[in-house]
């Protein structure tokens, strides 16, 4: 085998809650993530030394601060390959937005790169070495519906909520999520989601409830320094979305709607400059 192509997914949150502050300053969070079919195209080719990142996209860089290279380094350094490899991407989650973008391709490249050079890695030491790229990449290993607590590496997989469509909201600007986690930390009133009651909502099978137990502890961050992801939570409500939310640091908000047309609609109502929209469904 010369080369390989995976798909790199977005998730959203469907809730995330942080339950505490370790003293080396991770987080413990609460979580239930979904898997989204909005994508990054990775292609994987053997070389005969380094690692080479390429990418459609202009602000992504292609050294070691690119996830991807990373995960390459990750594998090479510790299974002592001596071939190299091409990683290309075709970036379509966006970026800085809440969606795992880097994580989803950190988590394609130990996934591809464990076929293409026969390592034989279970998923179990996919994830635990994925963990050390960061705390959504096991979660993006497994991919589907989660339930995740620790950093966001104990995962448990959840039954797959009913057929839905997603229609996702991007603002034009980037959050950082360690901005967002450091202003929460400043908070004097923290508010917590019941993620219990989501959780009996998915096993109920009932989206209504699922739409209306959704929360997101860092909305309240971010929103107060970007009050237009609350502008388009509201209008996505106001056209049809049985429930609507941030994901993770932000700034993507997402509403879920029971059908196409009904989100494809209340996108359209939302008229702000510099949005990118898109409808999917959840993997
Ligand atoms: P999360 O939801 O996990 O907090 P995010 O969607 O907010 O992630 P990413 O899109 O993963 O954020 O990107 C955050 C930062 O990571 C960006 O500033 C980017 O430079 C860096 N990064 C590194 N590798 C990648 C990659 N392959 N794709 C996207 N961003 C990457």
Known sequence: MKEIKIKGYGKINLSLDILGRRENGYHDLEMVMESVDLY???????????IEVRTNH?????????????????????????????????????????????????AAVLTGMNQLFSLKLRKEELQELGLKLGADVPYCIEGGSAHAKGVGEILSPLKKIPACWIGIVKPDFDVSTKWAFETYDKLSEKRHPNTQRLLDAIQEEDLDKIGKSMGNVLEYVTIEEYPVIAEIKSKLMKHGALGAM???SGPTVFGIFLSKEKALDALNHIEIGGVEKWVQTLM
């Open 40 to 50: 990054d195209d990775i292609c994987i080719q053997k070389t005969n030394a380094g």
């Open 58 to 106: 202009k602000n992504l860089p292609t050294d070691e601060r690119n996830l991807a290279y990373r995960a390459a380094q990750l594998l090479m350094e510790k299974f002592e390959i001596k071939e190299g490899v091409r990683i290309t991407i075709d970036k379509n989650i966006p970026m800085a937005a809440g969606m795992a973008g880097g994580s989803a391709d950190g």
């Open 246 to 248: 941030m994901t993770g």
